[in-house]
C-alpha cells in the first residue's frame, strides 16, 4: 500500500518553463489537495477537489493549474514558472465526511523539491 | 492572525528529556487535532489525532486539547534521537478545511 505517491521528486525549471506534478493515492480517498511549504510560512493551500472532474482554490492558487480526471490522481500544473515559486509541493488526500468513521485526517505524499531558476 | 499558530523553535534537549511541545489556534468551532511529524527531506507523518478537549495516550506520546484557552499540546516521553523532526499542529474545520501551524523543530542530542 503506497498511500500517496508524487512524481517527480526533483526538478529544476528555468522561468518561463511549464511543468506538471503528478499525484496519485490508492487510499480511495474522495478529497486531494495540493500545498507548498515554504520556511516559516508553514504548509498553505494551493488547489484542491473534493472528487472526481472538481477542483477548487485554496489559500494561494496564483500561478497553477490542477485537474482531477481520475478519482486516484491529482495533477498540479504551472505553466510559466516564475523564482517564488521555488518551494516543495506536498500532495495529500483524505476521506469524505460521508465515510468518516472517526474523524477525517490527512495524508501526505513525500514532497516534491521545485527550483526555478 | 493566522488560525494556528505555533513557535518555530528549534527546541533542543538531550536524550530521555520529556518534550513538550505547544501550539494555540484561534476559532473555537475547531474540534478536530493533529499532530504531524516530518522528518527533514520527507512528508508530513500523522502522529496524534484527538477530538475535542482532553488528552489521548500512545505510547511515549501524549497529545493535550485545551478548549478554554485553545491550547494544544504534545509531550513526548523519554525523548529519543529518533524523535528528532519538526512537528506540525493541525486543526480541521468544516470537513475539508485543514490549518496548519508552521512546524517546531525539535533536535533530540545523545
Known amino acids: 500500500n503506497a498511500g500517496v505517491t508524487q512524481t517527480p521528486k526533483f526538478r529544476v525549471l528555468k522561468t518561463g518553463q511549464s511543468m506538471t506534478l503528478l499525484c496519485a493515492q490508492d487510499?480511495?480517498?474522495?478529497?486531494m489537495y495540493w500545498y507548498r511549504q515554504d520556511p516559516g510560512m508553514g504548509l498553505r493551500l494551493i488547489h484542491y477537489?473534493?472528487?472526481?472532474?472538481?477542483?477548487a482554490k485554496g489559500e494561494v492558487p496564483d500561478g497553477y493549474n490542477v485537474s482531477r480526471l481520475k478519482k486516484q490522481n491529482f495533477l498540479l500544473g504551472l505553466e510559466s514558472a516564475a523564482p517564488s515559486q521555488t518551494s516543495v509541493y506536498f500532495c495529500?488526500?483524505?476521506?469524505?465526511?460521508?465515510?468518516?468513521?472517526?474523524?477525517?485526517?490527512?495524508?501526505f505524499g513525500e514532497g516534491s523539491w521545485l527550483t526555478v531558476v | 492572525q493566522k488560525e494556528v499558530e505555533q513557535d518555530p523553535g528549534p527546541l533542543s534537549v538531550p536524550e530521555g528529556a520529556i518534550v513538550s511541545l505547544n501550539c494555540t489556534y484561534s476559532n473555537s468551532a475547531f474540534q478536530y487535532f493533529m499532530w504531524y511529524r516530518q522528518y527533514s527531506r520527507k512528508g508530513p507523518e500523522l502522529l496524534m489525532y484527538?477530538?475535542?478537549?482532553g488528552n489521548k495516550e500512545d505510547g511515549r506520546f501524549t497529545a493535550q486539547v485545551d478548549k478554554s484557552s485553545k491550547y494544544i499540546s504534545l509531550f513526548i516521553r523519554d525523548s529519543q534521537p529518533s524523535d528528532s523532526a519538526t512537528y506540525l499542529c493541525a486543526s480541521r474545520y468544516n470537513f475539508n478545511k485543514f490549518y496548519f501551524g508552521s512546524g517546531t523543530k525539535l533536535n533530540v542530542k545523545p
Open positions: 477537489s473534493v472528487g472526481e472532474g472538481t477542483t
Open positions: 487510499m480511495n480517498h474522495e478529497y
Open positions: 495529500a488526500s483524505s476521506l469524505s465526511p460521508i465515510r468518516q468513521v472517526s474523524g477525517n485526517t490527512i495524508y
Open positions: 484527538t477530538y475535542s478537549s
